[in-house]
């Protein structure tokens, strides 16, 4: 079981938690949302609970909560600009079964 980042995402993750001077990570998780199901969640991981999953990636640590890892496990996370004003998180999840047509949410 594992999540991990690519080089760009940890690169970037890394550089966020150092500005913003405080974190442990990142936390991904889901939520049930949209017309498929679920949505991600991220967000910095400031702490680490007990029913949570760790993983490290290139240096930075990737936060699960238990619930949500049935439905992410596997999945690799990247961070690419595809322009000057447009960069963010892209999500290659191998459980997704079906993803609505504006790419807001997913089932497995």
Do not use: W
Not at 75 to 80: G, L, Q, R, S, T
């Amino acid at each position: 079981m594992a999540v991990t980042l690519t080089d760009s995402a940890a690169s970037h993750v890394s550089n966020m938690l150092t500005k913003r001077g405080h974190g442990v990570g990142l936390r991904i998780g889901t939520k049930k949302s949209g017309c498929t199901g679920f949505a991600y969640v991220v967000d910095y991981a400031d702490d680490v609970g007990d029913e949570d999953q760790v993983f490290e990636s290139h240096g930075v640590k990737v936060v699960v909560d238990s619930n949500s890892l049935g439905q992410i496990d596997g999945m690799e996370i990247d961070f690419v600009k595809s322009s000057l004003l447009n960069e963010g998180f892209e999500f290659r999840n191998p459980n997704i079964k079906d993803q609505c047509g504006c790419g807001e949410s997913f089932s497995v």
